[in-house]
């Protein structure tokens, strides 16, 4: 039943997994645009979307461990356009709209989800 | 949910940015303190700040840092010397020494606070915003 239910959710639920992970690593890019040293970071979406959604282990006996595929926590590096005399590579106008890109992505995963829900309910309902 | 480490990391870079503009606000209103000495001059504060990796499990590569205020050092800019020798806080030759600090720097270190800070306000916001749309998701 449960795999039905996934299966119906198609690959939003990772989807948003990912988008609140990427939304976290934007926060810390802008909390520390002013910390010297600090090297701005971020998610390859659509790669870590891939691995995500593609590297799920299949178990052929229940007494198996579980694998997780970890390969969401793959943090790319940001290339500086112009980085500080203090080693900080956090562009914070480029941080911020890549901040709202992925608040709206994160909505957009939300809607669909929903959709999906609703879609199930209506079908237990048999309206 | 890992949303929720946000607030962490946004309160954090909040806390230190205040921290800023404290320093801020205490250099600009010693501006123009006058000593009697070279030594006891007020001397420009600045806090000093650096990641901050909290105890979480995973690579040290993959967390995700706020920001901590490491300590706030004084500058060891000279002082401004004035010769007013009227000045009831002038030394035996006449001198009085003003601290070494450049309002104009310090002003524009406030703007890049108090930006930075409204940035970390709108982070923590719209965190909100998407948390609570999710908290609701499949309610109808």
């Known amino acids: 039943m449960s795999k039905l239910i996934d299966a119906a959710l198609g690959i939003h639920p990772t989807a948003l997994a990912l988008g ?4 976290e690593v934007l926060a810390a890019n802008m909390a520390n645009a002013d910390t010297p040293g600090y090297k701005a970071r971020d998610v390859d979406f ?3 979307l891939r691995e995500a959604a593609g590297a799920r282990l299949e178990r052929t006996h229940e007494r ?6 970890s390969a969401a926590d793959t943090l790319k590096y940001r290339v500086p ?10 562009d914070a106008e480029l941080e911020q709209t890549a901040f709202a890109e992925a608040a709206v992505r994160y909505q957009a995963s939300l809607d669909f989800l929903a959709s999906r829900i609703d879609g199930l309910r209506k079908a237990l309902r048999g309206e | 949910m890992s949303l929720f480490r946000i607030f962490d990391i946004a309160g954090s870079a909040l806390s230190a940015q205040s921290t800023r503009l404290n320093t801020v606000a205490s250099n600009i209103a010693n501006a123009d303190v006058a000593s009697p000495t070279a030594e006891g001059v007020y001397r420009s504060r600045q806090p000093v700040f650096a990641a901050l990796l909290r105890g979480e ?3 040290a590569q993959d967390r995700l840092p706020g920001v901590q205020v490491l300590g ?12 007013i020798p009227g000045h009831p806080l002038a030394d035996e030759n006449g001198y009085v020494y003003f601290p070494g600090i450049s309002t104009v720097e310090e002003m524009a270190n406030m703007i890049s606070a108090s930006r930075s800070y409204q940035n970390n306000v709108e982070v923590a916001s719209t965190v909100k915003q998407l948390m609570l749309r999710t908290l609701q998701l499949g309610q109808r």
Do not use: K
């Open chain 1, 20 to 23: 609140a992970r990427r939304l």
């Open chain 1, 46 to 48: 659509r790669s870590a």
């Open chain 1, 64 to 69: 198996h461990l579980p694998g997780h595929a």
């Open chain 1, 81 to 90: 356009n112009q980085p500080a005399l203090d080693g900080n590579t956090v």
């Open chain 2, 57 to 59: 499990r995973g690579a």
């Open chain 2, 72 to 83: 706030i050092v004084e500058t060891d800019r000279p002082p401004r010397v004035e010769h």
